[in-house]
């Protein structure tokens, strides 16, 4: 546990995105699953949600 807490302390902003990601991706799964995309439709609007995720933590980021 002692490994995680120093590597998050270390990448702050990469452990963001990767939250922001996941809940995210989440969100979009949960709202597009009555909708009826195909498999690649689906997988490309995910690609799209983890990308929009990195760019949220960027922008957020320039504040530092």
Avoid: F, R, Y
């Avoid at 302390?9 to 452990?15: E, G, M």
């Avoid at 939250?19 to 979009?28: N, P, Q, Y």
């Amino acid at each position: 546990m002692g490994t995680i807490k120093a590597w998050i302390n270390l990448h702050p902003k990469l452990t963001a995105w990767i939250v922001l990601a996941i809940g995210m991706a989440i969100m979009v799964v949960l709202s597009a699953k009555d909708v009826g995309l195909l498999a690649g439709q689906m997988l490309a609007l995910i690609v799209a949600t983890i990308g929009l995720a990195g760019l949220c933590v960027w922008i957020i980021g320039w504040e530092d």
